[in-house]
């Protein structure tokens, strides 16, 4: 069973103070490891797709980057406007799978200005 | 790119009414997409997936006959939720999957689901 560890929960930043976020997995054949942002009362916006280990992508402020194990969410200098929970899914390679996604529990990143 | 859309995006009805909910890919088609129920401060919970042209597979616990879904094109997909009681008041959310070499999941704003 695919499995995926979201860490911290919650994080408070300052504007500018620069973290980072970090989500484990187990999955059986990794497809894909997909980041997401959710605001309050709107569905998640698609951020970044992972898929292998090395691979590195940016968008703006955000960087992410994937591992065996783990994905970390890399947050330069952030703005009250990055305030927001972020979501880590795998999509895993199990037979039947479907393309389904294994969402983390997310990070509440709020910065504060 | 990849825009999806749900309609509506809030609804209040009476308990015991059915209330329909759509899913639509706007710029691209799906042959498959997700509908997922999202409590309070937790992730979104996958309740079933939508094929165009075959039956729904639902997630164990999620109840077929109380959620229906119908996925009658490869831009829409529906999901009813038949004689609505107060315990299915949620936030649901849609999902399309892109396809082409890159299976990604892109998600509609929601709908927020109040039964009195």
């Given at each position: 069973?695919?499995?995926?560890?979201?860490?911290?929960?919650?994080?408070?930043?300052?504007?500018?103070?620069?973290?980072s976020l970090n989500c484990?997995?187990?999955?059986?054949g990794l497809r894909g490891l997909f980041w997401y942002r959710q605001d309050p009362g709107k569905g998640p916006e698609f951020l970044?797709?992972?898929?292998?280990?090395?691979?590195?992508?940016?968008?703006?402020?955000?960087?992410?980057?994937?591992?065996?194990?783990?994905s970390f969410l890399h947050i330069t200098a952030p703005k009250p406007e990055d305030s927001a929970t972020y979501l880590c899914a795998v999509q895993g390679g199990s037979g039947g799978s479907n393309y389904k996604l294994t969402f983390g529990k997310g990070t509440l990143l709020t910065v504060n200005p | 790119g990849a825009v999806v859309s749900q309609h509506p995006?809030?609804?209040?009805?009476?308990?015991g009414t059915s209330v329909k909910i759509?899913?639509?890919s706007l710029d691209f088609q799906a042959t498959t997409m997700f509908w997922?129920?999202?409590?309070?401060?937790?992730?979104?919970?996958?309740?079933?997936?939508?094929?165009?042209?075959?039956?729904?597979?639902y997630e164990q616990g999620v109840e077929k006959d109380k959620f229906l879904i119908n996925h009658a094109s490869l831009t829409?997909?529906?999901?009813?939720?038949t004689s609505a009681h107060p315990e299915d008041s949620s936030f649901y959310i849609c999902s399309a999957l892109t396809s082409g070499?890159?299976?990604e999941q892109y998600f509609g704003p929601g709908t927020r689901l109040t039964v009195t």
């Open positions: 069973e695919d499995q995926v560890t979201q860490s911290p929960e919650a994080l408070r930043l300052q504007e500018g103070e620069s973290s484990s997995y187990t999955v059986s970044f797709t992972l898929y292998s280990a090395g691979e590195e992508k940016e968008k703006e402020r955000l960087k992410a980057t994937l591992t065996k194990k783990e | 995006s809030r609804v209040i009805c009476k308990s759509e899913c639509r997922y129920r999202q409590f309070p401060k937790q992730s979104l919970m996958l309740m079933a997936t939508s094929n165009e042209g075959s039956k729904a597979t829409l997909s529906t999901l009813t939720v070499g890159f299976y």
